[in-house]
């Protein structure tokens, strides 16, 4: 008789070891067969109301990914408030269908997809009552590495599904998903692990709960950071205004004695006219007496200086 747990299973894989259902080509799991690795890597369905009520103490909102039509039921049980598609499961229209008519929202990461393949499973989405969707960009490759992102496909998928876009980042550490964020990525999906040494199908990819904490603030910082197009001097900047150039006396200046490149210049602070103006003056007569280190004013311009 097969075990509770292997039954669990069914709808990811089948318990056979044969060459197709056994991993290879050059991955972290080469050898295993899916379910072995599944069964290492599924999370007990009776964590769930345990992991629920531990995420609303916390008011963190936890859901699942399911891999049947009988995990969508019972995470319906459990009230989810949403669905994530894994990236594998993106061309199993009818699993995706069963997601969508529960009206929750979906996360469909796009791992290996073809650009067709993502649109079909938007449509399938959609035609099934589903109005609440947001696309992950994805490579499934386990690390991935940065130059496999192409985070530009966030920008892509975005102008062209006219839905929320983010990222399932794979890579080691925390600079991609950063960078996401910066390119407007609104989800950051990444594999966290308690302490990476203690082994797990995804823990050397996986980050450790003080590295997510620096992603956390990095990706607030972020956010902060982008704002909206802006030019002038911002609250912030006020201070430094002050060190921007201008012009000033740089020798002293007897009335009617004519300014010239030694004796007018434009340095820091920014007290006097704006450097802009150092043609208009040079060649002109000083009005009066200017001392060294005079903000120069346009009272002091006076008329040009006979030939």
Not at 2 to 7: D, P
Not at 191 to 207: C, E, I, K, M, Y
């Amino acid at each position: 008789m097969r075990s509770a747990r292997s039954l669990e299973l069914d709808g990811l894989t089948l318990d056979v070891d044969s060459p197709d259902f056994r991993i290879e080509g050059g991955t972290l799991w080469d050898g295993r067969t899916l379910h072995d690795l599944y069964d290492e890597a599924a999370m007990p369905w009776d964590w769930q109301p345990k992991l629920m009520a531990r995420g609303e103490e916390l008011g963190v909102a936890v859901f699942s990914s399911p891999f049947d039509a009988t995990a969508v039921a019972f995470l319906e049980q459990q009230a989810v408030p949403a669905y994530k598609v894994a990236s594998p499961e993106i061309v199993d229209t009818g699993l995706i269908s069963a997601m969508a008519r529960t009206g929750k929202p979906l996360i469909i990461s796009t791992g290996m997809a073809s650009f067709d393949e993502i649109a079909q499973a938007v449509s399938t989405t959609r035609a099934s009552g589903g109005s609440q969707i947001a696309l992950l960009a994805c490579s499934s490759a386990y690390p991935a590495p940065p130059e496999s992102i192409n985070l530009a496909t966030i920008d892509h998928l975005r102008s062209t599904f006219d839905m929320p876009v983010g990222l399932s980042d794979h890579t080691i550490g925390i600079e991609v998903p950063i960078a996401a964020v910066a390119r407007g990525a609104d989800i950051i999906e990444k594999h966290v692990t308690l302490d990476r040494n203690a082994g797990g199908p995804d823990s050397s990819f996986s980050l450790e709960t003080t590295d997510l904490k620096l992603l956390i603030d990095a990706i607030r910082s972020v956010e902060a950071a982008i704002g909206t197009p802006t030019y002038g001097p911002s609250e912030y900047e006020t201070a430094s205004v002050a060190f921007r150039r201008s012009l000033y006396v740089a020798e002293d200046v007897e009335t009617g004695e004519e300014f010239t490149e030694s004796n007018i210049r434009s340095v820091r602070p920014s007290g006097g006219l704006a450097p802009s103006h150092l043609e208009r003056v040079i060649g002109r007569r000083a009005t009066r007496r200017l001392a060294r280190g005079t903000p120069l004013s346009w009272e002091d311009v006076g008329e040009p200086a006979e030939a």
